[in-house]
């Protein structure tokens, strides 16, 4: 009864256009309601005691450098970089959407922000030279999921706090499959660009022009370097790596580029704000969810389900990789996380798979879902930044899906892609 009435609710809401944090609070509050002896108003505690947690509040600090980077000159000079080594291949400009995404994924650790920040440059720039509006868009999309895999990644924060996993740990565990999936993603454009005869922009450049673009994007490389370094120097903790970075970004902004303004500062920090209250209240009310679900011992009876189904890894792996994509269509990554961690880390552990790689496998799964309607957050950011009509994103998204599908499967049975750097870095 409690089980129907916590998930019929939930599915209830969602389907007639709630908001999903709200959904997942009132589900919650039904369930306390009707179905246990417990008093409603723990929710709420439940709720708001979750967030008093210093791990967490790395999420607003790395929502704030990604912003002030965004507007402070740093994604137009990682573009030019990117533009400079790989724009003048077949597919060039498709290319160095994702190489661009790839760097800025490691200074901003959001998908929506990478495509917001890249997408506004390269969607146009890829309709200027004739390529099909829906792939431009299609692309900046699957290539703005990298965002949540290359270090530093909001997700890995959270199922980090969640699983009581080393954050620094599962930094270093996102490098090589963020890299798997960027390389995948520009053999997947090549192979458009070829067919559909998108040219590069014929400049072969000159080791001057590397070294030029080089040293004018050298303090933003030097961002994921700060903040990895210093982890693992034992100068800062991840939570404090993210305040360092928004300080960094703010000092580069403002005084060096000089392209910050303080009008744009005080927006910038606004946008943060905003988009920090949201996580928050998504936060909160997914981790009272959990907490039902943990004290009704659904993870226990899910965990026996599906052990139950077959007693070979390979197949329970599979069958939970299924899972993650269609969760990934239907609810965003943070409450996956918070809801699901509990769940399926027992199962997991169980069958002896690593809890890192197991949170790169959900981690990544969850990065699909950012390009899989009807979610797709990804999709529409890069529909608006590109006045690109949904539907013919979607249309062209179904080859990039099946390149970043092959990634996953790579990263999944290959477990040392995520675990190596770790087990080799880590104290």
């Known amino acids: 009864m409690t089980v129907a009435i916590l998930f019929g609710s939930f599915f209830i809401l969602m389907f007639i256009g709630v908001p999903i944090a709200l959904s997942l609070g009132l589900a919650s509050l039904l369930t306390m309601f009707f179905a246990t002896n417990s008093s409603p108003s723990a929710i709420i505690q439940k709720a708001f005691t979750s967030l008093d947690s210093f791990p967490l509040m790395a999420i607003p600090f790395f929502i704030l450098a990604g912003v002030l980077m965004s ?22 400009l498709a290319m160095v959407t994702v190489l661009a995404s790839m760097f800025f994924a490691a200074i901003s650790g959001s998908g929506p922000a990478t495509v917001a920040a890249i997408g506004s440059f390269m969607i146009p720039s890829m309709k200027e030279h004739k ?32 699983g009581t996993v080393s954050i620094g740990s599962m ?65 800062f903790s991840p939570t404090e790596s993210a305040a360092v970075a928004s300080v960094y970004a703010l000092i580069i902004g403002v005084f060096v580029y000089k392209e910050l303004s303080w009008k744009s500062v005080y927006e910038s920090f606004s946008s943060a704000a905003l988009t920090n209250a949201a996580t928050v209240i998504i936060i909160g009310f997914s981790i009272s969810f959990a907490y039902l679900m943990t004290r009704e011992r659904i993870p226990v009876i899910v965990a026996d389900f599906i052990v139950g189904i077959s007693d070979s890894p390979i197949v329970i792996i599979l069958i939970i990789n299924i899972f993650l994509l269609i969760v990934g269509m239907f609810i965003d990554t943070i409450s996956a996380i918070v809801i699901l961690t509990p769940i399926l880390l027992p199962v997991v552990t169980n069958i002896g798979i690593d809890p890192i790689h197991f949170g790169v496998i959900l981690v990544m799964n969850l990065a699909i879902g950012f390009v899989t309607p009807p979610l797709g957050v990804n999709l529409f950011v890069a529909s608006t930044v590109g006045k690109v009509s949904f539907e013919s994103i979607v249309k062209a998204m179904v080859p990039i899906l099946i390149t970043m599908i092959i990634a996953l499967l790579v990263v999944i049975y290959f477990p040392p892609l995520s675990t190596g750097l770790p087990n080799l870095l880590s104290p």
């Open 71 to 92: 507007h402070g000159g740093i994604s137009k000079r990682l573009l030019n970089l990117a533009s400079v080594l790989i724009g003048f291949i077949t597919g060039g």
């Open 131 to 162: 390529y099909n509006s829906g792939f431009a868009a299609a692309i900046t999309a699957s290539a703005g999921s990298i965002g949540v895999l290359i270090p530093p990644s909001i997700p890995f924060v959270m199922y980090g706090v969640v």
């Open 171 to 235: 930094f270093l565990a996102g490098i090589i499959p963020g890299i798997i999936l960027g390389i995948a993603l520009m053999i997947s454009s090549y192979i458009t660009a070829k067919r559909n005869g998108y040219e590069g922009t014929g400049e072969i450049p000159t080791f001057k022009d590397v070294l030029k673009a080089l040293n004018e994007a050298k303090l933003a490389l030097l961002i994921p370097v700060i903040i990895l370094g210093g982890i693992y120097a034992g100068l």
